[in-house]
């Protein structure tokens, strides 16, 4: 006798020793037979916690065995870092080319652009550039660079 299983399902689990922490457990089917088992691929814990090819997610997202992907809606994407009052602290940012950080109000604190250069940033200005031929950068008040 053959046995069949469901392709996907939801389903909560408990999540911690108390009976009352109870999570969802998210699984499907990737087989093209219906005999083989499926498999847990995403669990949300009493806590909250988000875990992708992980049973025991440890923070709000944890992504396990792959990778992330970040895609905008036009030439740009970012990942904007809040702090606890939803404050901006800063940015990590893609443009084009050119991928890095931005401060907290939107403007380049690092920028890599591939197969250029490195610059770092202070108030806007442009203050160490690193290329494959050269490093320049700005005099200070302490001295020259």
């Known amino acids: 006798m053959v046995t069949a ?6 389903v909560s689990v408990q999540t911690n020793s108390d009976p009352d922490q109870q999570g969802l457990a998210f699984w499907t089917h990737t087989s ?11 669990r949300i814990t009493d806590a909250g916690n988000v875990g992708i ?3 025991g997610p440890d923070t709000m997202l944890h992504i396990e065995g792959g990778e992330l992907t970040v895609q905008g809606s ?7 870092l809040k702090d606890s009052a ?8 893609a ?3 050119a991928v890095g950080f931005l401060d907290d109000d939107g403007e380049w604190a690092y920028r890599h652009t591939t197969d250029t250069d490195h610059v770092f ?9 690193i290329t494959n031929t050269k490093i320049s950068g700005s005099s200070t008040s302490t001295g020259s660079f």
């Open 5 to 10: 299983y469901p392709r996907t399902k939801i």
């Open 32 to 42: 093209t037979s219906n005999t083989a088992a499926p498999t847990e691929k995403m």
């Open 53 to 55: 090819g992980t049973t």
């Open 74 to 80: 036009g030439a740009n994407a970012k990942i904007h």
């Open 86 to 93: 939803g404050n901006t602290d800063g940015y990590i940012y």
């Open 95 to 97: 443009a084009s080319a």
């Open 121 to 129: 940033f202070i108030n806007d200005t442009a203050k160490l550039n």
